[in-house]
């Protein structure tokens, strides 16, 4: 009984070490897309600089195609070269899970060697797509409001403010939206914990480990879902069995837990 005990101990301690490495991390990712996506804001708006105003707003469309144009290109380009580059390395990190798996097993006793070179950049390459998806959806809504903008003659303030929804978000009037900076910090703590679950995943099931335990804190905004089994064990096949309307999401609740933004992780 006393092993037994010890075990469980040994295994909650894994738990909370996994979860408290998970927070850390989801707190730099934020940092990060917010730092990058403040300064790609400052590169776009100071590119607005090139449209011609008169009394605060944008002249006739003849005069500001042509800067709009230019303004188009320069837009491709910051994404490209400066947005883009950092989210590749912040998904880059999403690998050093492996090395926190390593040692979380460790903790158990137990010896697992990682995985192939080949399994992480699929685990890398569905994130980054995931994450081009996004950042192509905002990049096309801030270039057509430039072009719109242009040709309604609207206050050059509107445009900007356009800008900054789009971005990371506006309190001005009448501009509406989700911001990139919210959709990409939603979509980097599901990416990081979906790539958790699966390294963690593999290697239980190279050590041949059958049951999993549902970690995570019940919070205000706890699904039920999670609120009924955070804390408890359960099989692999009983987890596969089970079916929800996961928000968001359609995967099965071994990767998907209890749907998009789930706070919680599997532990084996």
């Known amino acids: 009984m006393a092993r037994k005990i010890n075990r469980r101990k040994r295994i909650q301690k894994a738990a909370e070490y996994a979860d408290r490495w998970l927070m850390r991390k989801q707190r730099r990712h934020s940092n990060m897309i917010l730092t990058s996506l403040r300064k790609l804001q400052r590169q776009i708006i100071n590119e607005l600089t090139r449209l011609e105003t008169e009394g605060g707003n944008l002249v006739t469309a003849q005069l500001n195609l042509r800067n709009a144009q230019r303004i188009h290109r320069d837009i491709e380009l910051l994404f490209a070269q400066q947005w883009e ?23 158990l006793d137990e010896e697992w060697s990682g995985m192939t070179q080949e399994a992480l950049q699929i685990l890398d390459s569905g994130a980054w797509r995931g994450f081009q998806g996004l950042s192509n959806t905002q990049k096309n809504k801030v270039i057509q409001a430039v072009y719109d903008q242009v040709i309604a003659g609207e206050e050059f303030s509107v445009l900007v403010h356009t800008i900054e929804q789009a971005l990371l978000g506006s309190k001005a009037t009448g501009v509406t939206g989700r911001p990139l900076a919210q959709y990409a910090q939603l979509y980097a703590r599901d990416a990081l914990m979906k790539y958790h679950n699966e390294v963690s995943i593999a290697a239980a099931e190279e050590l041949e480990m059958e049951h999993y335990l549902y970690v995570g804190d019940i919070i205000k905004t706890t699904r039920d879902f999670c609120r009924r089994r955070a804390g408890k064990v359960y099989t692999k096949d009983h987890i596969q069995s089970w079916t929800h309307r996961w928000t968001g999401k359609s995967g099965p609740a071994m990767t998907d837990r209890g749907g998009y933004n789930c706070r919680h992780h599997l532990q084996h």
């Open 85 to 107: 580059p950092e989210m590749q390395a912040m998904i880059q990190e999403f690998s050093q899970t492996v090395d926190m798996v390593i040692r979380q097993f460790g903790f």
